[in-house]
Nanobody, 116 residues
Framework: QVQLVESGGGLVQPGGSLRLSCAASGFNFSRFTMRWYRQAPGKEREFVADMLLIRGRRTYADSVKGRFTISRDNEKNILYLDMNNLKVEDTAVYYC?????????WGQGTQVTVSS
């Protein structure tokens, strides 16, 4: 059974940091491209970051570039998102997604709220 379970969300003040995790099981994690998305209230889900298998190339949305870092541990089957200098506009539910060809798996999401 395929599972992606996000964790690490919470309430943080502007300028703070959080580390999100996405624990994967039920599929060959090391062969999948992994991505983070987020969805703020009343908005569409948007791309945040991904990490390709080829040379581990990372891509970030302009809004998070320089503040967020995506990484993965293929031994532990975990995807990470380190978020620094958080802003109020980063408030959203964060989702991880696994992709291999036509296969797409989503997690259930973890809430991140940035507020003073």
């Amino acid at each position: 059974q395929v599972q992606l379970v996000e964790s690490g969300g919470g309430l943080v003040q502007p300028g703070g940091s959080l580390r999100l995790s996405c624990a994967a099981s039920g599929f060959n994690f090391s062969r999948f491209t992994m991505r983070w998305y987020r969805q703020a209230p009343g908005k569409e889900r948007e791309f945040v970051a991904d990490m390709l298998l080829i040379r581990g190339r990372r891509t970030y949305a302009d809004s998070v570039k320089g503040r967020f870092t995506i990484s993965r541990d293929n031994e532990k089957n975990i995807l990470y998102l380190d978020m620094n200098n958080l802003k109020v506009e980063d408030t959203a539910v964060y989702y991880c997604k696994a992709n291999y060809g036509s296969l797409n798996y989503w997690g259930q999401g973890t809430q991140v709220t940035v507020s003073s």
